[in-house]
């Protein structure tokens, strides 16, 4: 069971629940809690219980959300879950789950919510008389392909959504479950309405294992990009996020591995710390790294101004300074020796139809 009360606002595992596979090592409440929340077991036969994924539903109003970011090269997304189960530790998007009154450490990767009937309220939005066309982002919150996709099934389903209207989409994951859907992106792909980012941190696996402990490992998304490739999808290598003093060496490698799988483009994102994020990466990294962690904040600080993370339009995703120059001119030299840099094919919206819909009347011409 569980207390509320006024203390500091935190929520503290029982001694006895285990944590395994999981990126937060604590669970932290949102900031807009007023209250912590304390566990403790009721049932002595309980002891040992493993921290497991629940996984609730809900029904979204509005499925399409629009972005006015001069940052971002879409203005439009959409995002079938609300936490993710890979439970990287880096990720932009806990703070979200402080929303729903969640925590944005374990919470965020074992409290999920999924929204079946988002491909019904997608299609409601595209047939809009006001809806205008436009590249939609699948991904661009929590990754589409996360574990659950594969009982749930949301991120198909609007894909095929998608299919049926003639709609382009750019999907971003890790998730390997993206190839059960090659048959429809290729056919997207084929009409210029479809590409692929898959997003590789590092080459190394026991590091890729402790940032990202239930994603597929780093081999596995070179195989992924394989096969896109092989689909003809367009597929671009997100080295994403670049972590100073961990990361930044493997940049070269990692481009060089992309582009034998069969990528076509590249791009890169540094490491952002926004909100509740900066405080778990921290503690994650004094836990994980002892003997790097000072370095890490300390070149990260330098990028920002002295501070962990700027939300600067334009400087938020690259920072600023001496080493965020070099890792970016590192980059861009290795891609263009690679022919990673060149810009992919804009995506088709001169084919977008909206199809007829049960009781509608066909026309004459």
Aim: net charge positive; glycine share 6%; aromatic share 6%.
């Amino acid at each position: 069971m569980f207390h509320f009360g006024a203390m500091k606002p935190e929520q503290t595992l029982p001694n006895d629940l285990r944590v395994r596979a999981r990126g937060a090592l604590s669970n932290a409440a949102g900031r807009f809690e007023a209250y912590g929340v304390a566990y403790e077991a009721e049932d002595p036969r309980e002891a040992a219980r493993l921290l497991r994924t629940q996984v609730t539903t809900e029904r979204p109003r509005r499925v399409i959300t629009y972005n006015r970011s001069p940052d971002l090269p879409f203005d439009r997304s959409i995002n079938p879950y609300r936490g993710c189960e890979h439970g990287c530790i880096y990720c932009f998007a806990r703070p979200s789950h402080a929303y729903l009154g969640l925590s944005p450490g374990l919470d965020f990767e074992t409290r999920l919510i999924a929204r079946p009937e988002a491909p019904a309220r997608l299609e409601a939005e595209l047939r809009a008389r006001s809806y205008k066309i436009a590249p939609m982002a699948i991904g661009t919150n929590t990754d589409p392909y996360q574990p659950i996709e594969a009982e749930f099934g949301i991120t198909r389903a609007c894909l095929e959504v998608l299919q049926r209207f003639n709609h382009p989409v750019a999907v971003i994951t890790k998730g390997a479950l993206i190839e059960r859907d090659l048959d429809i992106l290729g056919d997207m792909a084929a009409r210029g309405l479809a590409r692929v980012g898959i997003s590789i941190t590092t080459l190394d696996e026991v590091l890729a294992r402790r940032l990202e402990p239930r994603a597929p490992t780093p081999a596995r998304r070179l195989e992924m990009i394989r096969r896109l490739a092989a689909a003809g999808i367009p597929v671009r290598l997100m080295v994403s996020p670049v972590i100073p003093g961990l990361t930044d060496p493997e940049i070269e490698a990692i481009l060089a591995v992309g582009r034998e799988a069969g990528a076509g483009a590249a791009s890169w994102i540094m490491l952002r710390l926004p909100r509740e994020v900066s405080p778990l990466f921290q503690e994650w990294l004094a836990a994980q790294y002892p003997d790097r962690a000072r370095k890490v904040m300390n070149r990260l600080r330098e990028m920002h101004g002295g501070q962990e993370y700027s939300a600067e339009w334009h400087r938020r995703m690259r920072g600023e300074g001496v080493h965020a120059r070099m890792i970016a001119r590192r980059f861009d030299l290795a891609a263009r020796r690679l022919g990673l840099d060149q810009a992919q094919a804009v995506l088709r919206t001169d084919l977008f139809e909206v199809p007829l819909a049960r009781g509608d009347q066909l026309s004459l011409f």
